[in-house]
T-cell receptor, first 116, second 115 residues
């Protein structure tokens, strides 16, 4: 069975700083996706970034980038030039591919606070 | 619609009453999840629908919880004889898995308060 671990329950940084959120996962699968979702106080879950396991190149979306280390089963999220609007819960998720059951396995989340 | 719609946004009910929570997924999305999220906690899987396959109900916490998805579109989560521990935000998410759409779109959730 797959598991996802986020070891940082809460983090706090000053506005404009760079912050990295960690995520590790355990799987014997070779074909999968990894995701980072953001949940601001409005409670809407928003997809931040997605990484296909077969791709060696790290995914980037504007100020958001990942450090995907497949052998180490690590998938950290880096937020550059952090903004007040980045304050939210961040969840890491794993999805196995290859069958018709596209279920997500979730980490427990990291609460990120950006201070002015 | 443009996004996943959930109704009601907020629901306050008395202990012992039944409630129905509705999810309208994005048109054409074949996969649909229900999750429960208690205050400050992560996502607790409840039930998963994928196309015409039998739903995965393994996350439903008790037989008071049930869900259906009519015509592969709208889904209703029903909680019978509500208890105070059922108080939480109930989130719905859908996906199509077409092309590069390997990601779920979430609704804004229903906040259920049992008093």
């Amino acid at each position: 069975a797959q598991t996802v671990t986020q070891s940082q329950p809460e983090m706090s940084v000053q506005e404009a700083e760079t912050v990295t959120l960690s995520c590790t996962y355990d799987t014997s699968e070779s074909n999968y996706y990894l995701f980072w979702y953001k949940q601001p106080p409005s409670r809407q879950m928003i997809l931040v970034i997605r990484q296909e396991a077969y791709k060696q190149q790290n995914a980037t979306e504007n100020r958001f980038s990942v450090n995907f280390q497949k052998a180490a089963k690590s998938f950290s999220l880096k937020i550059s030039d952090s903004q007040l609007g980045d304050t939210a819960m961040y969840f890491c998720a794993f999805m196995k591919l290859g069958d018709s059951n596209y279920q997500l396995i979730w980490g427990a989340g990291t609460k990120l606070i950006i201070k002015p | 619609g443009a996004g996943v719609s959930q109704s009601p946004s907020n629901k306050v009910t008395e202990k012992g009453k039944d409630v129905e929570l509705r999810c309208d997924p994005i048109s054409g999305h074949t996969a649909l999840y229900w999750y429960r999220q208690s205050l400050g906690q992560g996502l607790e899987f409840l039930i998963y629908f994928q196309g015409n396959s039998a739903p995965d109900k393994s996350g439903l916490p008790s037989d008071r919880f049930s869900a259906e998805r009519t015509g592969g579109s709208v889904s209703t989560l029903t909680i019978q004889r509500t208890q105070q521990e059922d108080s939480a935000v109930y989130l719905c998410a859908s996906s199509s898995f077409l092309g590069r759409s390997y990601g779920y779109t979430f609704g804004s959730g229903t906040r259920l308060t049992v008093v």
